[in-house]
């Protein structure tokens, strides 16, 4: 994508040292950072409920919960590629955000008319519905990304454009903390349900002023087909390298959600207190992932290349696993949790993205979908229901999740052989 002459100019001076924004990039840099951050705002300001909604009747309830959410994903997938199929970018994306608002403010209003607030049918559903929400509603914002930017930019930007997102999620933590204890739930699904409609005029206004969406382009459009993402991967090796490392990835992230189920509900009583002990790690998150991504992100990136910072989420991941066999308990999940998900949003989930900046719009809409969401859940999935499988044969959680680590470590080295590029600039 050439600049746009008509945005702002770059920073100058310390800015312009810190951050690796070059003349117009500025506006379509800030509407993306923009658009981001009021995604995740949305989300973390109901993700917590969710947590506590997950683990109201048991944490060993999740594997019904996690394979209802695999179901809804089975049937959303296609829906959705058909949207992506038979409309054009500039108004398939504002839909899905427009449907995944109106959906929030209905769970809002069942919470408020329904008697005992829905109870478990409500909590769990939740539950499943939110864990569909996030992943496609960030899917499809780091696929238009891929649209708005080229390779050499998104290198040197994707790692910023992130921050917009570590804000929104910081702000959307620390008001469901603080909120927690004093304001209805309802008014959290109101909320959300407002700031995804203040990201769709975010996404207007780039189709508007990004050179790159604004003639039209049949050929960046996604083509018809409801399963046309399944054949992708099915056919590809590049897609079949990373929907691997994804799967790995969730199995990991579901053993040790399982871990954090165990120990907050041991360690706290109420759903009050749960959902700030909830908040508490996220504020830890998005603490780290802010500063990674302000410092450090496109330095790395830039130095060690891909291929490199693919290997390091995976290598922390074992380290955890090791540390949480050694010390069980709240301090140690927590740090594990924290550093784990930090890294993963400021430098594992940036530099995965950039894999699909050359792709065709049927891989970035429609595989990348699948991948970001199907294939996410199902590792989810396989991750949830070996935890009973393994208690019921006396066997510590720490072993598998060890092992899973190691699969994963392998893949990335795969995946980044792969690639090559180191994406430097």
Known sequence: MQPDSSSPSAPSGFLARLLPVRPGEGLLVALAGSYFFLLLLGYYLLRPLREAFGIARGADKLPLVWTGTLLVMLLANPLYAALAGRFPRRRFIPATYHVFAASLGLFGLGYVLAPGHGGAVLGYGFYIWLSVFNLFVVSVFWALMGDVFDREQGGRLFGLLAIGGTLGALVGSALTERLAHRL???????????????????????????????????????????????????????????????????????????????????????????????????LGVNALTLLTQLFLTHRLVGRAGIPVMLAVLPLVTLGGFGALALWPGFATLAAVQVLRRGLHYAVDRPVREMLYIPLGPGMKYKAKSFIDTFVYRAGDLAGIWMTPILAALAWPLALPALGASLLWLGSAVGLGRKVKAPFKG
């Not at 399944?230 to 969730?250: E, N, S, W």
């Open 184 to 282: 209805d739930p309802a008014w959290l699904f109101l909320l959300a349900a407002l700031a995804l409609e203040a990201a769709v005029a975010c996404v207007a206004r780039l189709f508007r002023r990004a050179p790159s969406l604004r003639a039209p382009a049949p050929e960046k459009e996604p083509g018809p087909g409801a399963l046309e993402g399944l054949g992708l991967v099915g056919r590809t090796r590049l897609l079949q390298l990373i929907a691997v490392y994804m799967l790995l990835f969730t199995l990991t992230s579901t053993f040790l959600y399982v871990l954090q189920g165990r120990v907050v509900e041991g360690a706290f009583a109420s759903q009050a207190a749960r959902t700030a002990a909830f908040a508490r790690i996220d």
